[in-house]
């Protein structure tokens, strides 16, 4: 079973930020936050990841929370590329068994 | 692009048949790793492998089975298929080291309709 919890949809604006939450609640203390995008009829595409400390890429953001229960996936300004099922994902990269378990994530509805 | 490519992007098969699917991974990369998703649903783990060998399995029958080759690029083959075997098959890749897993990259994946 996935070790996260998302809305199952989102609708934001065009140009507008989207703040996109998930909560992992048992997330261990090795356990990488990672988030991964699938748009329409393509593979996941790997968004962003991190560990404890807020992270920025030129995609997107990710704030954690500080005990490490929740995160957010922050796009700054949506466009209609953004339209996606967007999954929050915990992974031991440690761990050379690890397997990614993907949950239903959210969609992503961009209104133009 | 992730550099990971999937043939053939299509196919159609009858039940009770057998089906081959091909995955390259990106150039440095180790592991190649195989999910099956399932029309609305997240895709979930068929199995792993690391330099030419299965590293984990998810909760799929015997007549799942894979490969991987010494150019490490991998095949999924699936026996005796089922309805419920239509899906979207998507590999991805990835570096494993002594330090651990890295972030895998998908292909964009085989479409297989069972008929």
């Known amino acids: 079973d996935a070790k996260t919890t998302q809305p199952n949809s989102m609708e934001s604006n065009e140009e507008e930020p989207v703040h996109l939450p998930c909560n992992h609640s048992?997330?261990?203390?090795?356990?990488?936050i990672h988030w991964y995008r699938q748009l329409p009829s393509q593979g996941p595409e790997y968004v962003i990841h991190?560990?404890?400390s807020n992270v920025n890429n030129r995609m997107a953001s990710l704030a954690i929370a500080e005990d490490r229960k929740s995160s957010t996936l922050i796009l700054h300004r949506a466009t209609l590329r953004d339209a996606a099922v967007y999954y929050c994902?915990?992974?031991?990269?440690?761990?050379?068994?690890?397997?990614?378990?993907f949950g239903k994530g959210t969609r992503l509805h961009i209104l133009p | 692009e992730t550099g990971v490519t999937q043939s053939p992007t299509h196919l159609i098969k009858t039940r009770g048949q057998q089906v081959t699917l091909r995955c390259s991974s990106q150039?440095?990369?180790?592991?190649v790793s195989w999910y099956q998703q399932a029309l609305g649903q997240g895709p979930q783990f068929i199995f792993q492998?690391?330099?030419?060998?299965?590293?984990g399995r998810g909760n799929f029958p015997p007549r799942f089975s894979g490969l991987q080759f010494p150019n490490y690029s991998s095949e999924l083959n699936v026996n005796a298929l089922e309805l419920d075997d239509s899906a979207l098959y998507l590999c991805?890749?990835?570096?494993?080291?002594?330090?651990?897993?890295?972030?895998?990259?998908f292909g964009p994946g085989t479409r297989l309709l069972v008929l």
């Open positions: 991190g560990l404890t």
């Open positions: 991805a890749s990835s570096l494993l080291t002594s330090g651990g897993q890295e972030t895998q990259y």
């Open positions: 492998y690391y330099r030419e060998e299965e590293n």
């Open positions: 048992t997330i261990s203390g090795t356990d990488y």
């Open positions: 150039s440095g990369h180790n592991t």
């Open positions: 994902i915990l992974r031991d990269l440690m761990n050379r068994d690890d397997k990614i378990i």
